[in-house]
């Protein structure tokens, strides 16, 4: 869970501007997103299907360039 201590000379921005970074690494808010409404099993592995295809071609284009 992130969380962010303050000293008393800690600027409030500064300070939310790490809470947002720490929880952004998390990932909290692509877990509610994902969490938000019910995806039946058929779908998630399709979605998975084709994100493991989108990093194949992105990868094999970097090879590619090179």
């Not at 962010?4 to 921005?13: A, E, I, K, Q």
């Not at 500064?14 to 692509?30: M, P, T, Y």
């Not at 058929?42 to 094999?60: F, G, I, P, Q, T």
Request: net charge positive; proline share 3%; no cysteine.
């Amino acid at each position: 869970m992130p969380g962010v201590y303050l000293d008393d000379s800690d600027n409030f921005d500064i300070a939310l501007r790490r809470f947002k970074k720490q929880v952004e690494k998390a990932g909290v808010l692509s877990e509610l997103k994902k969490r938000q409404h019910f995806e039946k099993p058929s779908v998630m592995r399709k979605k998975k299907k084709a994100a493991a295809r989108k990093r194949l071609l992105k990868k094999m284009r970097k090879i590619n360039m090179m």
